[in-house]
């Protein structure tokens, strides 16, 4: 990847002086540091930063964050995040928030930042459960959790990250794993880069509350085999032998093994993540175990015009008609008479 | 014009326009207001219409009116009683004949009194004889057979034939007054612009109204209301949403900042929302949320951002945004939230006024939470409360709430338009980078204000929150930081006082009574006591705008009078914080929740009981 590091900043630049005050083993930790990491790559001045947050243990994440920071209330966070980006859109935006956070509370305002496309970054914590009220389901908890509050299982369906956020009409959406450093950094970079609504996933465990809820697909032993990392451009081919492959088939996603039934790469899919029809991305978002890989990676990038910016468009052209720029004019304008 | 043969000259008119929902009685009213005032009429307007937008034609609860007070002297309020008014079916009648003037002109459209219509009113036959109106100046218009006439030969469909009618019965208005029609054709030329045909129309059965009034001329009298004497200067007619949303442009430029407003609909608020949308050409950023909790989200991140930030509402709205205005004031952030209060609880009365969110502004959120509460007494000066309103948020580093009402909001009153360099200097507290590291609460020793630090400006990061903090910013949980932090936001609060006006005692300092209020009461309660004056009662008045907090010579005021009387539309708001802020008076109350304002009659006739008939010695 061309980065255009001139090495103004080291990840240690990012750190605040606060203590971090996550458990010990959680993936919060990780995705901190990928984040540190990745910003101190970035070409932009640390004081056009703003690390918005909700309420939940992700949402601590701005306190140690060296840049400006806002810890706001719960679900709050996209609609914060919106009016910080719509007051000055020089500034970097990133909402760090989690699934309950901006899925159950804050369901409202994340779809409707997303439908918007405001140019923010939102960094979703995944664990399916929340953890700082120590230990209830989440929207996104598998059906059937156990908990405090679902003693004797949950009978709601979780939603999908992806699906949700496709659905709303998303142009940006990306999947990651917290431990994994390199492909963290890749698609915050992505999402850097990226001019809109750009959502990263991050699955993420909680080890205290619902450890191992990703094993099957984070684990050492199932990750070559259980995800998929999509980039634009190349083959959906994964497993440790790298002999699987994705194929569209009767208008669904389908695993095959490349060399079985005839298939060869070249029958593979070619990811695209630019294409703009949500169809493909949304089923991609949507594959889980045990029929599919879990994908990861930027599933979905597709620049449209950014709420911002059309909002400075439609203010240039206002301007360009009105002949009000003061409030003795505002005052003066319409039906007005003279006492004399 | 021909001479005239009865012409009656008075002092003040109340005109009520009244009809079904969608029979055009509002703009009607509207018209009437600005065209008088263009005239040089001091007016006061009160619309009343229904929350449904189409309530049941000719149902008494479907009923929309539209009342103007016009006067050649200073007029407070929109009027107690009408002297005319305009009934465009029977159930306009029966809405507002408990508000008619003995010898009251009623100018109704005949056509609409059917059998049907008259029953589905609540009569049995005869209006005028089952409400004992027929000594009254009955003037029967058979306006729908008028309109029909004067537009056959045009090529229009029966239902824009009707919807003109609105018209006619102005016209007919129009030339009781001796008004001109020229205000009326170009806003009719305006709006219809691009429906000539329309445009045409209105204009024709306007000018058939006022010919009709020609026609009957000697079945009534006239009017005649000579021109206030109005101080020198431009005026402009302007209701309270307008008021305040320019306002509050007036302070953001006045501090040199940009305007964003966060907002979602809310009746009767939304106007303020129209208004600031619609300035754009002055850079002003507005959004629609998608509901409350993000209208005020919004704003408190566009206020840290560094914009001033103002998010408009009404109680109900209020009551969503609570937790994020505790956010703005644990983040010590400047932000005005306006609550245009309406009837409630819960939806309770969407369209009609209230002074009811009085505690809700003071004590409705979570935790010891400290917000300066202001309230605008008329629509014109809701301009003045918005700018005071939004210059304390900046310089204090604060949330204020801003009180306005259903009656202010709707209501209008002409203007003189002030100049913006007369208004005063506001003073933005920004940070600077120092050599010294940046501390997000370190305070101005005088008003402990802290320092407002923009993102973007480098060397001053820094983290806010809704977690209690130290004075660097850090998270804390210390039990004395804690108190130290909610008194000193209290304490912040309460120096604000240093910088406000004193309380205005209308009349004299000392005497039998004192009539206090806040906010839009203002009119009526100063009305009553100025009328009590001449009376030779020793009463006065104080109307509050200053609530939270209270003006520092309020017990010097109290002291001067033997009886206290707090007049509120709420069932004792003010009366019970006054208890707890100045304990050694006695407040009698006088109180009313009926959706509507005062009528000076009852505050007059309230005083009176109050003071036994004691005149003054």
């Known amino acids: 990847m061309a980065e255009t590091n001139n090495n103004k900043y080291a990840a240690k630049d990012f750190k605040s002086d606060q203590e971090v005050r996550w458990c010990p083993g959680c993936g919060d930790h990780a995705i901190l540091a990928a984040l540190q990491k990745t910003l101190a790559e970035l070409d932009i001045p640390k004081e056009k930063y703003v690390f ?137 970079k992505e999402a850097a880069k990226f001019h809109g609504t750009a959502v990263v996933e ?131 304008s319409g039906a007005t008479w003279e006492v004399k | 014009m021909g001479k005239r043969s009865k012409v009656i000259e008075k002092d003040a008119v109340v005109i009520r326009f009244s009809g079904d929902s969608g029979d055009g009685m509002q703009l009607t009213g509207t018209l009437f207001s600005n065209t008088s005032a263009l005239f040089g009429h001091d007016i006061s307007t009160f619309p009343d219409y229904p929350a449904e937008i189409r309530a049941p034609q000719g149902t008494v609860g479907g009923v929309s009116g539209f009342q103007v007070h016009i006067g050649h002297k200073l007029i407070n309020t929109p009027g107690d009683f009408t002297d005319i008014l305009v009934a465009m079916n029977p159930a306009a009648i029966r809405a507002n004949v408990r508000w008619l003037k003995k010898g009251s002109t009623i100018i109704y459209d005949s056509d609409n009194f059917t059998e049907k219509s008259i029953q589905r009113a609540g009569y049995k036959a005869d209006p005028f004889a089952e409400d004992k109106l027929d000594s009254m100046n009955l003037i029967a218009a058979p306006i729908t057979t008028l309109v029909k006439e004067a537009l056959k030969d045009m090529d229009l469909d029966p239902k824009t034939v009707l919807r003109t009618k609105n018209m006619f019965a102005l016209g007919l208005i129009y030339w009781l007054f001796d008004s001109r029609l020229k205000y009326t054709e170009e806003f009719i030329e305006e709006k219809f612009g691009k429906k000539p045909l329309v445009a045409e129309a209105n204009n024709k059965v306007l000018r058939a109204g006022y010919y009709y009034g020609e026609t009957i001329e000697a079945l009534t009298p006239s009017y005649r209301v000579n021109r206030a004497p109005i101080k020198k200067g431009t005026y402009r007619n302007i209701n309270g949403n307008q008021a305040t949303a320019w306002g509050v442009l007036a302070a953001a430029e006045k501090a040199g900042l940009k305007l964003f407003i966060g907002s979602y609909p809310i009746t009767p608020a939304t106007g303020i929302l129209e208004e600031l949308a619609l300035r754009k050409d002055m850079g002003v950023k507005s959004l629609q949320a998608e509901d409350e909790i993000a209208g005020i989200c919004t704003s408190i991140g566009a206020s840290f951002a560094g914009r001033m930030a103002v998010t408009s509402t009404s109680g109900p709205g209020l009551a969503l945004k609570s937790e994020a205005l505790n956010l703005a004031v644990m983040t010590e952030l400047p932000l005005l939230v306006i609550d245009v209060q309406r009837g409630g609880p819960s939806t309770g009365l969407p369209t009609k006024t209230e002074q009811a969110d009085l505690w809700q502004a003071l004590y409705g959120r979570n935790g010891e939470s400290p917000i300066p509460v202001i309230a605008a007494s008329t629509p014109s000066d809701c301009f003045r409360f918005g700018f005071e309103a939004a210059k304390i948020a900046i310089e204090h580093m604060t949330p204020v709430i801003l009180l306005t009402d259903g009656y202010l909001a709707n209501g209008s009153e002409p203007w003189r338009i002030p100049s913006t360099k007369d208004l005063p200097s506001i003073t933005v507290p920004y940070a600077v ?55 000193t936001r209290e304490e912040k609060v309460e120096r604000i006082v240093n910088e406000l006006p004193n309380l205005e005692v209308l009349g004299k300092k000392t005497g039998d009574l004192l009539v206090i209020g806040w906010g839009s009461t203002y009119g009526h309660i100063t009305s009553a006591v100025t009328e009590l004056q001449k009376e030779g009662y020793a009463v006065s008045a104080a109307i509050f705008n200053y609530i939270r907090p209270l003006p520092k010579n309020t017990a010097k005021v109290f002291a001067g009078f033997d009886k206290l009387l707090v007049c509120e539309l709420n069932t004792g708001q003010f009366a019970n914080y006054l208890r707890i802020k100045h304990q050694k008076y006695t407040y009698n109350q006088y109180n009313k929740v009926q959706g509507l304002p005062f009528t000076i009659t009852e505050i007059k006739d309230h005083c009176v009981k109050l003071l036994k008939g004691k005149k003054n010695g």
């Not at chain 1, 093994?257 to 949507?286: F, M, Q, S």
Request: proline share 4%; aromatic share 8%.
């Open chain 1, 52 to 188: 918005v947050s909700g309420i939940g243990c992700s949402s601590r994440l701005p306190y140690y964050m060296n840049t400006y920071g806002f810890h706001g209330i719960h679900g709050r966070a996209a609609a914060i995040a919106t009016g910080i980006k719509i007051a000055n859109p020089d500034l970097m935006v990133w909402e760090m928030t989690g699934d309950g956070d901006a899925l159950a509370i804050g369901g409202n305002h994340y779809i409707h930042a997303i439908r918007r496309n405001i140019d923010i970054k939102i960094v979703l914590f995944n664990n399916e459960i929340y953890g700082l009220t120590k230990g209830q389901y989440s929207p996104t908890s598998k059906k059937g959790l156990i908990t405090k509050t679902s003693p004797y299982g949950t009978i709601e369906e979780p939603f999908k990250v992806g699906e949700l956020t496709i659905g709303a009409n998303g142009r940006f959406f990306a999947r990651t794993v917290d431990y994994n450093l390199q492909l963290s950094s890749e698609v915050y």
């Open chain 1, 202 to 332: 991050v699955v993420q465990n909680c080890v205290i509350f619902n450890d191992g809820t990703h094993d099957a697909f984070t684990s050492k032993e199932n990750r070559d085999e259980n995800t998929i990392i999509l980039r634009h451009g190349e083959k959906m081919i994964f497993g440790k032998n790298r002999d699987k492959g994705i194929i569209l088939k009767d208008l669904k996603l389908k695993v095959v093994k490349i060399g079985e039934d005839g298939i060869t790469e070249k029958d593979i899919l070619t990811h695209d993540a630019h294409e703009p029809n949500p169809g493909i991305h949304y089923r991609l978002a949507g594959m889980s175990l045990p029929e599919y890989p879990v994908a990861l990676g930027v599933i979905r990038a597709i620049s449209t015009k950014t709420y911002d910016a059309a909002m400075m468009e439609q203010h240039e052209r206002v301007q360009a008609k009105s002949k009000i720029r003061t409030v003795d004019e505002l005052l003066r």
């Open chain 2, 433 to 487: 980078r120092s050599d010294k590291e940046f501390l997000a609460y370190e305070r101005d020793p005088k008003t402990l204000v802290r320092k407002w630090a923009i993102p973007g400006t480098p060397g001053l990061e820094h983290r806010v929150g809704g977690l209690e903090k130290t004075i660097k910013g850090s998270v804390s949980y210390i039990p004395e930081n804690h108190e130290y932090m909610v008194k």
